[in-house]
């Protein structure tokens, strides 16, 4: 058994969530957590910096093999090594992948800040199109979508599992978004890096939908998220049309370098050893969700989604009498959350579940206080 509620110290360790956020605050806002990766992982990495020597790497076909294994295991689909190119993490793939399409984007708000920063980095416009609630959850609106469209757009970015309303979408919501991108001549470019941080349902990868999804989309994911290793880079693309692989491998020629040594270890071990630390850090989170779900119902003003998927949930302020949400926390609770302007909602937050429920307990309780 894993011990998710230690807690771990780690201010002075150049960490972006502790010690880059600013001043003493309480950190529940960047996407990576406060618990100690697998051991396997650890051991591994150990091993192999005992051997002393980090000269450049050369392991694709091995990697390849586990990641056609993981797809096997997980969602009983059989792809081949050809479609698998390596990135260093999802986000540089998914400047590249749009960059490739040669027009606009689309994307659906609230959507992470990253992908939002996407049209920055590719040089083209966005469309920004808001998530439709329908029986209680976020969902596309397609509608909207296509009165949306115009000649200049020729990508679509999706994220899924969604970053940050926890959608984990269904069979059939994604085979209308395919049918939408092929009706308009879209490429739809598929972030995927929560795809094993699921509570509820099955995530079901974009290219394995049909024919269809296969040649029209790049999929984009990594062991980043789910084991925490994010300070470990290594993601990968798969990319079963031929012609996209072609266009995709030479944007990225000479811009991509070699897999770091101890990425590739860490890589190898998350697919292969540590599927024990995954069941427990799943049900740990699932009992996270449902803890601050609970005690965000008891909070007047406050609303909450219920995640079907990922550690980071989205928190509806819109009702609290709150000018700005994300500033009052910080400045009142000494709470940092992720700030839903960044996401295209100011009346929202954004908050990490992946953390010891000591920290959660703490941040509620100083939440009721100044509520």
């Not at 110290?9 to 996407?31: F, H, I, M």
């Not at 994300?326 to 295209?344: E, H, N, P, R, V």
Request: charged fraction near 30%; glycine fraction near 6%.
């Amino acid at each position: 058994m894993f011990d998710f509620d230690e807690t771990i110290n780690r201010k002075n360790t150049a960490c972006s969530k502790w010690d880059g956020q600013g001043g003493e605050y309480l950190p529940l806002w960047v996407a990576d957590m406060d618990f100690k990766s697998p051991k396997p992982i650890i051991d591994k990495i150990i091993k192999r910096t005992e051997h002393g020597v980090f000269g450049y790497t050369h392991d694709e076909s091995a990697l390849k093999e586990i990641i056609c294994n993981f797809y096997k295991k997980e969602y009983n689909y059989k792809i081949k090594k050809e479609w698998i190119v390596f990135i260093p993490s999802v986000m540089p793939g998914a400047t590249m992948a749009c960059r490739i399409a040669n027009g606009d984007m689309m994307f659906n708000t609230p959507m992470y800040p990253h992908i939002r920063r996407l049209p920055g980095e590719v040089k083209c416009n966005a469309i920004e199109v808001p998530l439709k609630k329908f029986n209680g959850k976020y969902t596309f609106d397609f509608e909207a979508m296509q009165r949306k469209i115009d000649d200049n757009i020729k990508v679509f970015v999706l994220c899924n599992p969604h970053n940050p309303v926890g959608r984990v979408y269904s069979r059939e919501e994604l085979e209308e978004l395919v049918k939408f991108c092929d009706e308009n001549n879209l490429l739809l470019v598929s972030d995927e890096i929560h795809s094993e941080l699921i509570f509820e349902g099955k995530h079901i990868p974009v290219f394995t939908l049909n024919e269809k999804a296969k040649n029209i989309s790049i999929t984009l994911t990594s062991p980043a998220k789910t084991y925490n290793i994010p300070a470990l880079p290594l993601g990968f693309a798969i990319i079963p049309n031929e012609e996209i692989q072609r266009k995709f491998k030479k944007e990225i020629y000479g811009v991509f370098g070699h897999p770091a040594v101890l990425s590739v270890e860490a890589f190898k071990s998350a697919y292969t050893e540590c599927d024990q630390w995954k069941k427990e850090l799943l049900q740990y989170l699932k009992e996270n969700r449902d803890y601050v779900e609970e005690r965000v119902s008891k909070i007047k003003g406050l609303k909450i989604n219920h995640n079907e998927g990922t550690y980071l949930a989205w928190i509806d302020a819109s009702e609290a009498g709150i000018e700005y949400p994300y500033k009052f926390f910080l400045d009142k609770a000494k709470i940092k959350f992720s700030d839903g302007a960044d996401f295209g909602k100011k009346e929202f937050v954004r908050i990490n579940l992946g953390c010891p429920r000591a920290n959660l307990k703490e941040a509620f309780d100083r939440i009721e206080e100044i509520l």
